[in-house]
């Protein structure tokens, strides 16, 4: 199985995006429940849980809550048909994403080969858990018109979470790993 290791925004932050993740879902009816806005900063195949929450979590020790920049929108063409926030390359979360990688692979887990080729971004609809597929001139119109909005915030994250690959916000996680304050 695979699992996700995410940073997640603090409350404000989340407000701002969820906004614009809603007046897209309601548009088109895309979920019954929204999904947890995050930003994805590994992916591990079949890892031995135990030995990864003690790297993480010695890994993430000196860590404070952090600032990213979204700037702008970034949409991914079928077979995904995903809208998404785009997250700056630079500053802690790259930083994070890198390292991560880096001390995973040493330690012999399945993880991304080329980090370089990864996009940060914040998935704001999808197909993915979706009650229905939209079709490709709904999420063409649904990619201008967030274009449009051209959405720019510094956002705050908070916190790790090491999540299991399901739409249920009460079981995906499966550890949590809260930043220090600055």
């Not at 979590?57 to 809550?65: D, Q, S, W």
């Not at 630079?90 to 890198?98: E, S």
């Not at 490709?136 to 908070?158: F, G, H, V, W």
Request: aromatic share 12%; net charge positive.
């Amino acid at each position: 199985m695979k699992y996700y290791l995410v940073a997640l925004f603090d409350k404000d932050s989340y407000s701002f995006v969820e906004n614009i993740q809603k007046s897209i879902c309601r548009k088109y009816k895309l979920y019954r429940k929204l999904p947890v806005l995050h930003i994805t900063l590994e992916v591990i195949d079949d890892p031995d849980l135990d030995e990864l929450d003690k790297i993480v979590t010695n890994f993430i020790k000196p860590y404070k809550k952090f600032k990213v920049e979204l700037n702008g929108v970034i949409c991914f063409e079928p077979p995904f048909k995903s809208v998404n926030l785009k997250v700056e390359h630079k500053g802690y979360i790259m930083r994070i994403a890198r390292n991560i990688n880096d001390k995973l692979k040493l330690t012999n887990f399945n993880v991304r080969q080329n980090i370089d080729n990864w996009d940060l971004h914040v998935s704001l609809a999808n197909t993915n858990y979706a009650t229905r597929k939209w079709s490709s001139e709904e999420y063409k119109i649904a990619c201008e018109n967030t274009k449009q909005l051209d959405p720019q915030r510094m956002a705050k994250i908070d916190r790790i979470e090491l999540w299991k690959p399901i739409n249920n916000k009460k079981t995906m996680t499966v550890k949590s790993y809260v930043l220090k304050e600055y």
